[in-house]
């Protein structure tokens, strides 16, 4: 629901979504106040019934946040570990096929330097920009042609390759799961459940029978700490795109450490 946010400025995005919840909040103290008046009677009015049903309400809907916060969060972690996953396979296939006579070990370990600089150069910044890349699939495809065609002639080579073939079933694995974890997000039915228990919770808060500053103060400062757990939620809810996304790290490092570029 909140994927036209990965392509504004990060610091945009949090003064929009914690921005929006202040505006309305204030505006609705200030309108309401008659009505609530009316109907609650003068200050302190019937706070303590208004309190009790906030309470109640935002006990439930603070659980539902901090769990929705929490998954968002182990998603974000996940989608790291994966990407360091990936990464270390092919830094252990990189440094099997080293193994292989020439010219064949070449041409498999240029196969690896293409895909990983495919990997940095273009994957990382189409699945920040909310696009699914499609080279890396035949960089693959044409590694495991190359792979498949040797033909060992000495037992220690039959050893290698069986090896070789072994890591690679791992690291085609560990990027189909990267590719997976990259399609996730929080289904739009729930964010309409966070949405309508935002809404409800700042009705209530102008409900309150306070004096004006006060609760103009107290209000914006709880509708700005729901914002922000609105911001974070958001932010983290596609771990792949926007300026918070993973970082290629574990790829960046593999590349110059293991293959030496």
Known sequence: MFTWIYGLP?????????????????????LARPTVRRIFGPE??????????????????????GLIAAATYESNDHAQGLIA?????????????????????????ND??????DVLTVVFPKLRAGEEPM????????????????QPETKAEE???????????????????????????IP??????????????????????LK???HLLLGGLFAFFLGTMLFLIAAMDYPFRGELSVSPQPFESMYANVMGR
Do not use: K
Request: glycine fraction near 10%; charged fraction near 15%.
């Open 212 to 214: 004006r500053g006060a």
């Open 159 to 185: 050893i290698v390759h069986a090896a070789t073939i072994e890591q690679f079933a791992r690291f085609d694995s560990d990027r189909r799961h990267r590719i997976n974890a990259s399609q996730g997000g």
């Open 135 to 150: 080279g890396g699939t035949a960089l693959v495809t044409r590694f495991q042609g190359h792979l498949l065609a040797f």
């Open 44 to 65: 302190p009015g019937n706070n303590d019934t208004v309190i009790m049903v906030l309470t109640v309400g935002g006990v439930f809907y603070g659980l539902l946040l």
């Open 85 to 109: 996953d990936e990464a270390a396979a092919v830094g252990t296939l990189y440094r099997e096929v080293a193994a292989y006579p020439e010219p064949q070990r070449a041409v498999l370990q």
């Open 10 to 30: 990060i610091w945009l995005v949090f003064l929009i979504i914690t921005g929006v919840p202040v505006l309305l909040t204030c505006a609705g103290i200030v």
């Open 112 to 117: 690896l330097v293409d895909y990983t600089q």
């Open 188 to 209: 739009d039915v729930l964010w309409w459940v966070i949405l309508v228990g935002a809404a409800i919770n700042l009705v209530l808060l102008c409900l309150f029978s």
